[in-house]
């Protein structure tokens, strides 16, 4: 994909056209690539060139978007990162991915100047909500960046197999596992999109989702590609977000599972005019269906679609055909993808078996970055294994029944359970842990913990979550912790987290 080129297309066709709006404020076509060429233009002038790693550390914001294309106009790499990342996680992502340059907005324990003293290779950091203080060398205030006049010849045209990005898919103390994404994969989001739902420049989304996840990203291409309009809002509040869709009249938009359910909880839910809207979808194998066909009662105009995808497959990659009233079902492949259910011996299952989930094509991650081990280990057979449970019916749609091996799905948030438990494993009190995850009905799944104390040591539950939230972000915190005399063991004496792991739901 060649930001600069549509950038450009798209400020030529729809100069005045609005591509986003922030709280209130209209953002056109043309105004949008005048930022992005003079942040572009500004980071080169401080070093940044094709190839070198640039980390976000933001929330929801024009600047988010701003960044990310300034990065790519150069031909960089951007890397993403959770705002609620702690410290500790964030500083072992930015090491791990030897950045260049990270663009953040400052937390209470959150500095600059701390990622700057204790990250010596980061030369330059530049911080949204900037004091009038002093900073270190190489802190800068990002206004700088959109409003600074650069001269610059001309910029970078990157190689489709150019890494675009690098997506932490959990912010970790421990080995962090980082997804990239090539430029050419760049396409696969909106091309999946127009595909399964007809994204056009006529449509008006919503978008409540952090742009440091896929599902937040694809409303930028698909503005890019498609030259549709998007609000977006710093974070996701249910009554607000129903009011932005009323008063903006939106067309669409797509949410995971927990977020339908939080909307659905207003009490005053079934008082707003949902009309305007023409397809919504849902990512993440809902746990409860009969959520998703209560909230189309109120919008029966509405396509109602369930989908399912990975970082690593550039999602959507799944997506329910519409028309279809299947909502149990994440639906089909996009006829570029290739899915596959696989069975303990990597053996295509017999039709209808539960195994697990394999893509292939174009659009699978090129893997996990400095991981050649973990990259062979997930693609091997020429296949991506996803790691999720899945079946295959007569009719070839997809349904998700499951995970496989540790890793918790909280909200769409990724959370390894191995992760946590070192976080456990860090407190003077505790022998012993095991974390699973456990079905819940507003986030999908939550982490929950069995914990074996010391000899004579005494903690309570609230004390290890105290705990855990100097060291983890807030949805990896177990929400129920406790406490046993003994971790049940299996033959070669590991902990036997299957005797304590919920069983996966029949067919």
Known sequence: MNITALLKEQARKHPAKTAFVFRGEEVSFRELKDKVFSAAAALSAHGIVKGDRVALYLPGCPEYILSYLAVWVLGATAVPLDFMLTSDELLSCLGHCEAKTLIMREKAVVSACGLKEKLPALSSVFVCNHKDTVYPSGVFPFKELPEKDCAISGFPVPDDSDPAIIFYTSGTTGKPKGVIVNYRQLEAPPKAMEYFVELSGEDIALCALPFSHLGGLIYIQGCLVYSLTFVLMERFIPAEFLKIVQERRITCFWIVPS????????????????????????????????????????CPDAQLLNGWGMTETNAPTVVLPRGSAKIESVGRPAPWVEICILDENDKPAQAGAVGEVAVRGWVVTDGYFKDPELTAESMRGGWFHTGDLGRIDAEGDLFIVGRKKEMIKVGGEIVFEPEVESVLLRHPAVAEAAVVGVPDKLRGEIPRAWVVLKQDAAVSAEDLRYFCREHLARFKIPQQIEFLPALPKNRSGKNDKERLRPQPAGN
Do not use: C, H, I, N
């Open 259 to 298: 977020m339908y359910y939080a909307l659905l909880q207003l009490k005053e839910f079934e008082s707003f005019d949902l009309s305007s809207l023409r397809w919504v979808v849902t990512f993440g194998a809902s746990s409860s269906p009969e959520a998703l066909r209560r909230f189309q009662k109120f």
